[in-house]
């Protein structure tokens, strides 16, 4: 066995009050997304979405928040892979933030549905004309494909039959996913793996905050 037991970091670079917290998640998610943002690190709005099928398995992908708002976050994939199959059949689902640069964690988990057609068309279009064509060369997305040849004509076919210069229609099978928080937390590493977490549970009377052992 590869031996990584030497392997590791103390969290020091800041500290998670309950007295600090945004009573509402979605602003304190705001604020921590706009502190990643300001890093150096890669694509902080990368995040790991779990879902589970209809028996259970899980499974767990990288993918681009797109957007958030009061209503919930917002990701784009093909309706039809293996993360829209489990999302058809189970449509709970936890997404997954996690800033080396600022040793914290947010995870948010909540029922997903399909966004709104028309919020999924509009950035469908912005998107460049190359990832738009291969929403459409990539579907069925998660199937087995013989050959990166195989793939690569299919976009050329592509190329073809959406010439430049006219818009690529957004395919039925692509679009938006909103997920509604149900439950939030937040963590930040701290020195001796005491860590601060913080659970916003939603509650008749608003968001419930509990502190979590670490
Ligand atoms: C940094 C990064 C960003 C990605 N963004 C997306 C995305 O926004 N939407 C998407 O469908 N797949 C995205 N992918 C690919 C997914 O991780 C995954 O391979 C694909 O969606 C198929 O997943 P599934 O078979 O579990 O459905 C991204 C991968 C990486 C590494």
Do not use: C
Not at 27 to 40: C, I, K, P, R, V
């Amino acid at each position: 066995m590869t031996d990584l037991t030497d392997l590791r970091l103390s969290y020091q670079k800041g500290e998670l009050r309950r007295d600090a917290l945004n009573p509402d998640p979605s602003a304190q998610f705001a604020l921590w997304l706009e502190q990643a943002l300001a890093t150096d690190m890669p694509e902080p709005y990368a995040v790991t979405l779990a879902t589970a099928d209809g028996a259970g398995r899980p499974s767990a992908r990288t993918v681009l928040l797109r957007g958030h708002d009061e209503r919930g976050l917002v990701v784009y994939s093909n309706y039809d892979s293996h993360k829209g199959r489990d999302l058809k059949l189970n449509p709970q689902a936890e997404l997954l933030f996690y800033w080396p640069q600022l040793e914290r964690q947010v995870r948010v988990s909540g029922r997903v549905n399909q966004l709104g057609e028309q919020e999924s068309t509009a950035y469908f279009h912005k998107r460049p004309r190359e990832s738009q064509l291969a929403a459409h060369a990539s579907d069925p997305q998660s199937a087995p494909i013989a050959s990166r040849a195989e793939l690569e004509a299919k976009f050329a076919a592509l190329e073809t039959r959406f010439p430049q210069g006219q818009p690529v229609p957004k395919p039925e099978f692509w679009g938006g996913y909103l997920l509604t928080p149900a439950a939030w937390e937040f963590w930040q590493g701290r020195p001796s793996r005491m860590h601060d977490r913080f659970e916003y549970l939603v509650a008749a009377e608003g968001w419930r905050i509990t502190r979590l052992m670490p």
